[in-house]
């Protein structure tokens, strides 16, 4: 796994779970030992996608990752466009409601819309579905 590739994959366990996570909890999940996860973490804090809680030490997801998900919805609004027709599907069917966008990794779930009802199927924000085991 390539230097771009061990830094992604910190990013992903950055965002699931937690919301702060300490270097050790990182390393262990990860694979990596603590001195190679710390580089990485260093670099990523360095560009604003990762931040470091001073008094506790643990690590968070940055501001600049909110920067990059601005910078792809400017270029292409496909939230601002689908949003509004996802909310209103799920006022007037009172069910849950999904969307989703393709990726070659799967479909990565990019707002919800829950139903009030007690059977549901829920999947967060950010999952990864693979493309044969989901109905979107």
């Not at 937690?18 to 190679?36: I, M, N």
């Not at 400017?74 to 949003?83: D, E, S, T, W, Y």
């Amino acid at each position: 796994m390539g230097t771009v590739a061990k830094a992604i994959s910190l990013l992903e366990m950055l965002g699931q779970g937690a919301p702060e996570t300490a270097l050790a909890d990182l390393a262990r999940r990860a694979g990596f030992d603590k001195a190679t996860t710390r580089r990485l973490l260093v670099s990523l804090i360095a560009h604003g996608l990762v931040e470091q809680d001073e008094a506790t030490r643990l690590y968070r997801l940055g501001a600049g990752v909110a920067r990059l998900a601005l910078m792809r919805e400017a270029q292409f609004p496909f939230l601002r466009i689908a949003v509004p027709m996802v909310e209103s599907l799920g006022a007037e069917t009172g069910e849950t409601v999904h969307l989703s966008e393709y990726s070659k990794r799967g479909l990565i779930s990019v707002h919800v819309v829950e139903s009030a009802k007690a059977n549901r199927v829920s999947v967060p924000v950010g999952h990864i579905l693979p493309l044969h085991a989901t109905a979107s």
